[in-house]
């Protein structure tokens, strides 16, 4: 047995690891988890920033400029003069981070000043970018013919924002497949004399999709601000410092609110947005120090992860837990020390989250399932109980793992309890009813699973409490009196059987027997429910009662009515005879419509459907229209011009409704009127029907909704049977609702009917 056990313990160690690679696996290849990789990431980069550098120069577009200039655009004579005079100090390249992709059709002029300084310059870098996502050559957003000529590299300007909203990474070539551009910050090193591989030149757009090459991490530059900023104004003015741009790398571009892009970027003092022009800044530091990041290779994080998680499985199904759980431990943070130490150290940017979720699954998983084992050798041992086998032989046993020697430990103890639980394991097991072993003190030692949902209501678990406090609603229907006694269960005070009825009108048959094992007292309680025969009982007695009584007497009557029509032809002519039959089989077709109307309410399943109650009192209305005008009566409905939804047999609740309305209709005197209403109350919509009739006596209000109950009005004899209101109760109780009954004022009884309201989501 053992031997089998360890052989389905490795079965399944082996599914679970496949399941759980193939977890990490997915989630390494499908990036599910990568937010949480962005944030290790830029805890890791705040950790990896740049040193500030006055080798590149911004001049800012900003909110002084476009106050001092006028709104955007400018005319592009200013930006021909603004290039002039930052050409004039030496720079050793300029990065225009300006589209120019239309000509200006106030100033066609212009175009050619601006021309004629990007030539002058020399050394003047002009941006391109992708217009649509699906973009061929045509989708190129780039400068005129005439200015793109006359700059010395282009360069594009596209970043990758992640799927947090946070920008940190760029491709350093992107455009069409048969040419892409570099990165304007390569081109700005083009431009300014360094060797770069990269470079295009001035050359026109190329054919074919847009592509990305060359993936890179932004490492980006401390400070704020990072970079030596002026005012585009102030150059204009002439403003800047002699020298100011000698041999610098000089960006000019939009920092306005609302001017130019905005994008949030990880730096060193947290999260927070800078515009696109800052941006090229960052990344051309970067690529001035050669400090870009590289993403792990798709291969290469894949196997990392897989190898991580499987030295956390192997651990945890060679280790005991302990050390186990320690292991994790270890992986994981030697996972996270990776993840945050490799882009300083390696220059490799790794994702840690796949690997972390294996660590994470790894032990729990397996100590569930060894768990699982435990408790299914505990399930093997309580069967050998029930059985009564005997003890296996004791002998020397070998155990390497310390789940099996504490399973060799329950096995010894399981042994020793074996005659304790003799009686219990005969008795409880598998029984369909509520049973309950106790002490000689009333103190419950078990419980099988019948008792624990018999007594949910008072709270689990139930060992150790007084059986005489849980069952004390259990009482006699006679006396009133508790059938377990508050003290000790004694022998002579307690019978063998007893039947009681507890607080939910459950009727209940108490078998209780007593047992002796070593000097001790022990009981056994078993409750049996009576209820559905009780209920049974009380039904059969209803029908032999109607059909003794109620069904006969219409049948009589006919019969009567021929005996005297043969034995006195002439006192009653054959027209009288057959109305006075008809009526009399009328009568006792009604009866017999309700008695099965009520049967087939209390048995049948409902067919639950949305419906209209307000549709269905109008129907009611219509319906008992033509009774209430053969007796002069007034109909009046409130309430029912909005729908008020509700769910159920519509069927049934509108033979409900117009059983009430029937009986409003047949009590009231003529020339009176019955109101009806319809309001929302609480989550319930309320049907009222009032009559003017003589009312209900307050003795009676409480029975009428019995079956075979009548409200003997001023000692009338009844009307009906009695089963019109016990077929209103039934439909109303089974769909969650109920009826209640009251006098009103003056005269007349007044009828609430209440059913839960519908809700959309229902």
Same mark, same amino acid.
Request: hydrophobic share 50%; with cysteine; proline share 6%.
């Given at each position: 047995m053992a031997r089998r056990r360890a052989g389905r313990l490795r079965r399944e160690w082996l599914l679970l690891s496949l399941a759980v690679l193939a977890l990490v696996a997915g989630l390494s290849l499908s990036g599910a988890l990568r937010r949480v990789d962005h944030l290790l990431h830029d805890a890791a980069m705040r950790r990896h920033v740049l040193p500030p550098t006055d080798e590149v120069v911004l001049i800012a577009i900003d909110d002084a400029s476009l106050e001092a200039i006028g709104r955007w655009p400018w005319r592009r004579a200013l930006h021909a003069q603004m290039l002039a005079t930052v050409a004039a100090q030496g720079p050793r390249a300029i990065g225009l981070d300006i589209l120019f992709g239309e000509a200006d059709a106030d100033y066609p002029g212009d175009d050619l000043l601006l021309a004629r300084a990007l030539d002058r310059a020399g050394n003047v870098v002009l941006p391109v970018a992708q217009r649509s996502p699906h973009g061929f050559g045509s989708s190129v957003d780039g400068p005129l013919p005439l200015l793109r000529t006359a700059a010395a590299q282009l360069g594009h300007v596209q970043v990758q924002v992640d799927s947090d909203g946070i920008t940190r990474r760029l491709y350093r070539?992107?455009?069409?497949?048969s040419s892409p551009w570099p990165h304007m910050s390569i081109a700005l090193l083009c431009a300014g004399g360094e060797p770069q591989p990269a470079c295009r030149g001035n050359r026109p757009p190329a054919s074919g999709a847009w592509v990305r090459e060359e993936p890179r991490i932004l490492t980006f530059t401390a400070g704020r601000p990072a970079f030596t900023v002026y005012s585009y104004v102030d150059v204009l003015k002439g403003h800047l410092?002699?020298?100011?741009?000698?041999?610098?790398?000089?960006?000019?571009?939009?920092?306005?609110?609302?001017?130019?892009?905005m994008l949030v970027a990880p730096l060193s003092d947290g999260t927070r947005r800078i515009p696109g022009v800052e941006l090229l800044a960052h990344?051309?530091?970067? *690529?001035? @120090?050669?400090?870009?990041?590289?993403?792990?290779?798709?291969?290469?994080?894949?196997? &990392?992860?897989?190898?991580?998680?499987? !030295?956390?499985? &192997?651990? /945890? %199904?060679?280790?005991?837990?302990?050390?186990?759980?320690?292991?994790?431990?270890?992986?994981?943070?030697?996972? &996270?020390? /990776?993840?945050?130490?490799?882009?300083?150290?390696?220059?490799?940017?790794?994702?840690?989250?796949?690997?972390?979720?294996?660590?994470?699954?790894?032990?729990?998983?397996?100590?569930?399932?060894?768990?699982?084992?435990?408790?299914?050798?505990?399930?093997?041992?309580?069967?050998?109980?029930?059985?009564?086998?005997?003890?296996?032989?004791?002998?020397?046993?070998?155990?390497?793992?310390?789940?099996?020697?504490?399973?060799?430990?329950?096995?010894?103890?399981?042994?020793?309890? =074996?005659?304790?639980?003799?009686?219990?394991?005969?008795?409880?097991?598998?029984?369909?009813?509520?049973?309950?072993?106790?002490?000689?003190?009333?103190?419950?030692?078990?419980?099988?699973? @019948? @008792?624990?949902?018999?007594?949910?209501?008072?709270?689990?678990?139930?060992?150790?409490?007084?059986?005489?406090?849980?069952?004390?609603?259990?009482?006699?229907?006679?006396?009133?009196?508790?059938?377990?006694? !508050?003290?000790?269960?004694?022998?002579?005070?307690?019978?063998?059987?007893?039947?009681?009825?507890?607080?939910?009108?459950?009727?209940?048959?108490?078998?209780?027997?007593?047992?002796?094992?070593?000097?001790?007292?022990?009981?056994?309680?078993? &409750?049996?429910?009576?209820?559905?025969?009780?209920?049974?009982?009380?039904?059969?007695?209803?029908?032999?009662?109607?059909?003794?009584?109620?069904?006969?007497?219409?049948?009589?009557?006919?019969?009567?009515?021929?005996?005297?029509?043969?034995?006195?032809?002439?006192?009653?002519?054959?027209?009288?005879?057959?109305?006075?039959? *008809?009526?009399?089989?009328?009568?006792?077709?009604?009866?017999?419509?309700?008695? /099965?109307?009520?049967?087939? @309410?209390?048995?049948?399943?409902?067919?639950?459907?949305?419906?209209?109650?307000?549709?269905?009192?109008?129907?009611?209305?219509?319906?008992?229209?033509?009774?209430?005008?053969?007796?002069?009566?007034?109909?009046?409905?409130?309430?029912?011009?909005?729908?008020?939804?509700?769910?159920?047999?519509?069927?049934?609740?509108?033979?409900?409704?117009?059983?009430?309305?029937?009986?409003?209709?047949?009590?009231?005197?003529?020339?009176?009127?019955? =109101?009806?209403?319809? %309001?929302?109350?609480?989550?319930?919509?309320?049907?009222?029907? /009032?009559?003017q009739g003589p009312g209900v006596a307050p003795e009676l209000q409480a029975r009428i909704f019995e079956p075979f109950r009548h409200a003997n009005h001023d000692g009338a004899n009844p009307q009906g049977i009695g089963l019109g209101l016990a077929f209103v109760r039934t439909v109303l109780e089974r769909h969650g609702g109920q009826v209640r009954v009251r006098n009103q004022e003056g005269a007349g009884a007044c009828f609430e009917l209440r059913l839960p309201r519908r809700t959309e989501a229902a």
């Open positions: 070539r992107e455009g069409p497949q410092p002699p020298g100011a741009l000698r041999d610098r790398y000089v960006l000019v571009g939009a920092t306005a609110v609302g001017l130019g892009d990344a051309l530091h970067a *690529e001035r @120090a050669q400090a870009y990041l590289r993403p792990l290779p798709v291969e290469l994080e894949l196997g &990392l992860h897989l190898g991580i998680a499987a !030295a956390a499985l &192997l651990g /945890v %199904a060679l280790l005991g837990p302990a050390a186990g759980l320690a292991l994790s431990a270890v992986l994981a943070l030697a996972t &996270l020390a /990776v993840a945050l130490a490799a882009p300083a150290l390696l220059g490799w940017q790794p994702t840690a989250t796949p690997a972390l979720v294996g660590i994470a699954l790894a032990w729990p998983l397996w100590s569930w399932r060894r768990l699982g084992a435990a408790a299914h050798f505990l399930q093997l041992e309580m069967q050998a109980l029930q059985l009564q086998l005997p003890p296996p032989a004791q002998g020397k046993r070998s155990y390497t793992d310390a789940l099996e020697r504490r399973i060799h430990a329950v096995e010894d103890a399981s042994a020793r309890l =074996r005659r304790l639980h003799h009686f219990i394991s005969l008795s409880l097991q598998h029984l369909p009813s509520p049973t309950l072993a106790c002490d000689g003190a009333g103190r419950i030692l078990l419980a099988n699973d @019948a @008792a624990e949902d018999h007594l949910a209501h008072v709270g689990l678990p139930l060992e150790g409490r007084l059986v005489s406090e849980l069952l004390a609603d259990l009482r006699n229907p006679c006396s009133g009196e508790p059938l377990l006694p !508050a003290g000790g269960l004694d022998q002579a005070a307690v019978p063998p059987r007893q039947e009681g009825r507890d607080a939910r009108g459950r009727d209940l048959l108490a078998l209780c027997q007593h047992h002796r094992m070593d000097a001790r007292s022990l009981w056994l309680i078993t &409750l049996v429910d009576l209820t559905p025969m009780r209920r049974a009982q009380q039904q059969r007695d209803q029908a032999l009662h109607f059909i003794s009584h109620d069904i006969r007497a219409p049948a009589a009557s006919i019969l009567t009515l021929l005996e005297m029509w043969r034995s006195f032809p002439g006192r009653m002519s054959q027209q009288q005879l057959l109305e006075r039959i *008809e009526r009399h089989a009328q009568a006792s077709l009604g009866m017999a419509q309700g008695f /099965v109307r009520l049967a087939s @309410a209390q048995a049948d399943t409902y067919e639950q459907a949305p419906f209209d109650l307000a549709h269905v009192l109008q129907e009611a209305l219509d319906d008992a229209w033509a009774n209430a005008q053969k007796k002069g009566l007034g109909l009046e409905l409130a309430g029912a011009d909005e729908a008020a939804p509700v769910a159920g047999d519509q069927s049934l609740v509108l033979r409900a409704v117009a059983n009430v309305l029937g009986n409003a209709i047949k009590f009231s005197p003529a020339g009176a009127a019955v =109101r009806c209403a319809l %309001a929302a109350e609480a989550g319930e919509w309320v049907v009222t029907i /009032v009559d």
